[in-house]
């Protein structure tokens, strides 16, 4: 049984299989719902989302599965009524996978304990797997290669999407430039596989990428002060020069990017977000083989 917690452990050539598997069934759809026909993914979840949540659900539907929306803020979990093993042992025998978005990871790695079917993350504090496959695909399509680019990351450099850009990318030959207020330097265990800068300034990147700096977990109390924190993060113009620009979303403008930026030409944020059906579509073939 292959849970998808976090790329970190994954290999090379795991993280490329998904990756081509995303832009396979991007160019062929109707091939790949044999395994998924009749399969009930459970979607437990903690925190908003649009993309991950109708990608993994429209990816179940469109291959003649069942996704049942299940918010945690309903479930006697949050009541304090009973355990998230409880939980996870009595959806496991219902459905055929779990989605979890979360906050934090080990909650994910106990509801893969106790789970007889795979589990997905579909966010937590500390990884996005999901998101980072999708933009591989994207990269991939757009370049022709992974091999021998570079992406350059400002903002908030420890969060879930740098992390899992970090675990993965320098794996599949994308040099990865982080620039981040000392403060929001990502892990150290993670440092020895990028270049990490604490005062932003202008590189030669393939790709600009960047989040939001005010994160679904972060405390509101805490947004005023990271705004000032990453205001000199902000992706502009001058900072793009001829970089194609990523975006995870959901995006502020106004804060780490202008309107200019991500309305502009070089912004391919919503062909990134777009192919997030086919790489969610990936993962659960994947987790179901
Ligand atoms: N990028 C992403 O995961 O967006 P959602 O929070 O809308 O799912
Ligand atoms: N870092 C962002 C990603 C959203 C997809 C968050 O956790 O809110």
Known sequence: MKHFLSLKNLSE???LELVNSSLRIKKFPKLYSKKV???TMLMMFEKPSLRTRLSL???MNQMHGNAIYYSLLDSPLSKGKETIEDTTKVISRYCDLIAARVYEQEELQK???NSRIPVINALSNTDHPCQVIGDLATIKEKFGKLKGLT???YGDGNSNVINSLIHALPKVGINVHVFAPKKYFPDKKLWKNINLEDKPRKIKADIIYTDTWLSYHVKKSEYSSR???FKKFQVGKELLGKA???HCLPAKRGYEVTSEVIDGKQSIVFDQAGNRLFSAKAVILWCLK
């Open 111 to 113: 509801i893969a304990k």
């Open 151 to 153: 992406l350059a990351y």
């Open 244 to 246: 194609l620009f990523m």
């Open 227 to 229: 705004i000032k924190i």
């Open 57 to 59: 659900e429209i990816a």
């Open 37 to 39: 026909k009749g399969k």
């Open 13 to 15: 050539k795991e993280i």
